[in-house]
T-cell receptor
Framework: TQLLEQSPQFLSIQEGENLTVYCNSS?????LQWYRQEPGEGPVLLVT?????EVKKLKRLTFQFGDARKDSSLHITAAQTGDTGLYLC??????????FGAGTQVVVTP | KAGVTQTPRYLIKTRGQQVTLSCSPI?????VSWYQQTPGQGLQFLFE???????NKGNFPGRFSGRQFSNSRSEMNVSTLELGDSALYLC??????????????FGPGTRLTVL
């Protein structure tokens, strides 16, 4: 079983600050996905990273896949209240089967 | 395209009863997966159906079952409900096309409360 650990579990920051969320495993993944879930809704896919060392940017969000494809990070620059949510990472094995992390709850206050 | 829809959105049941949840995937998606989400355990994979066949299964007891119809719509059934089954049940569909990396498109979920 591939276990994905996310840290921190909870993060509270003020608008305008930066934050980084981490997703780590001892196993290698074929690809890794990041989702954001808002209260009362299902998770929404933000990005998929595939290549070791890959960096993808989505406006103020920067996603990085580790060189060894065992870890990933999500960095948010100048956070806004709309960034509040539960951030989930999910690693896929070679068969495409997904393993989700427990999530990082991010709260951005005005 | 319309997103993934789930019905009902909320359910209240008592211990020992059974429940059936329904999911309609995005048009053209043939893979449907079910997840259970609780504050303590996070998002746990239940099972995946593809072309009416169960393709993957998580570590849940046999009280949890599912099926998929020819139009890709899926149902999940939980029999003999227990208090611990209270959770948000999420359905997700995937295109399963080469290079899609099994990206999941989730519905809003069904909130099940067992009393």
């Amino acid at each position: 079983t591939q276990l994905l650990e996310q840290s921190p579990q909870f993060l509270s920051i003020q608008e305008g600050e930066n934050l980084t969320v981490y997703c780590n495993s001892s196993s290698v993944f074929s690809s890794l996905q990041w989702y954001r879930q808002e209260p009362g809704e299902g998770p929404v896919l933000l990005v998929t990273v595939v290549t070791g060392g890959e960096v993808k940017k989505l406006k103020r969000l920067t996603f990085q896949f580790g060189d060894a494809r065992k870890d990933s990070s999500l960095h948010i620059t100048a956070a806004q209240t709309g960034d509040t949510g539960l951030y989930l990472c999910a690693g896929a094995d070679s068969w495409g089967k997904l393993q989700f992390g427990a999530g990082t709850q991010v709260v951005v206050t005005p | 395209k319309a997103g993934v829809t789930q019905t009902p959105r909320y359910l209240i049941k008592t211990r020992g009863q059974q429940v059936t949840l329904s999911c309609s995937p995005i048009s053209g998606h043939r893979s449907v997966s079910w997840y259970q989400q609780t504050p303590g355990q996070g998002l746990q994979f239940l099972f995946e159906y593809f072309s009416e066949t169960q393709r993957n299964k998580g570590n849940f007891p046999g009280r949890f079952s599912g099926r998929q119809f020819s139009n890709s719509r899926s149902e999940m059934n939980v029999s003999t409900l227990e208090l611990g089954d209270s959770a948000l049940y999420l359905c997700a569909s995937s295109s399963d096309l080469l290079g899609s990396y099994n990206e999941q498109f989730f519905g809003p979920g069904t909130r099940l409360t067992v009393l």
